[in-house]
């Protein structure tokens, strides 16, 4: 094959791998989505008292929406239909602190913190269909101590300017997720297998 003829073959060999590559780019984007502030509060009662446990350690570990450019409109673009495409936060579970060792201690246990260091929760979608301004639901799945259940929370959202603030609240039993309801003082206090998990989460992403 002459110099020609092999150039051509290059250029040629090259095109097709421009066409082969185009269909499969994705018509999304990747953004720099983080967490300014959170906190979230699993609260339970127990046959002697009641108890929470609260931590401030959130942080997005996958986040990729359309093609909507970061701006005033952002999150407006954000919350509409197909407007995340995909989005994970973590909570280590590790951090929850109830003010007593003990507890603590059966907590981890319970949550099998050093088997799955890990509580997340994947959005699948968020539906505000018939709902108030600002108020919704956000359908996904919420992983707890290695067991995955699909979950719907009520929250509700505030836009201003850069941020949008998430709050919201779910009712769970420990016992969907294989979880043992922890025990203290030899057994003579035992936890009610129901929780309340509450959440106040500060998403942000640059204004351009």
Do not use: C
């Amino acid at each position: 094959m002459n110099t020609s003829s092999r150039n051509r073959s290059i250029v040629a060999a090259a095109l097709a791998a421009i066409v082969l590559v185009i269909p499969l780019a994705r018509p999304s984007a990747q953004q720099a989505l983080a967490v300014d502030s959170a906190r979230v509060t699993i609260a339970g009662t127990s046959n002697v008292h009641e108890y929470t446990a609260t931590t401030t350690t959130v942080r997005v570990t996958a986040a990729q929406v359309g093609s909507a450019a970061a701006g005033p409109a952002f999150w407006d673009n954000v919350l509409a239909p197909g407007g995340m495409a995909a989005f994970e936060i973590a909570v280590p579970a590790g951090t929850l602190k109830s003010g007593k060792d003990g507890l603590d201690k059966n907590m981890y246990k319970a949550l099998k913190v050093q088997e799955h260091p890990d509580i997340t929760f994947r959005l699948v979608r968020f539906d505000f269909e018939g709902q108030p301004a600002g108020s919704g639901r956000a359908i996904g799945a919420l992983t707890i101590a290695g067991v995955e259940r699909e979950v719907a929370l009520a929250i509700t959202t505030t836009q201003a300017g850069s941020k949008l603030t998430v709050k919201g609240r779910l009712d769970l039993l420990m016992t969907d997720y294989g979880i043992t309801p922890p025990k203290a003082m030899m057994g003579m206090l035992k936890t009610d297998p129901k929780v309340t998990v509450t959440f106040e989460t500060v998403l942000v992403v640059p204004l351009t």
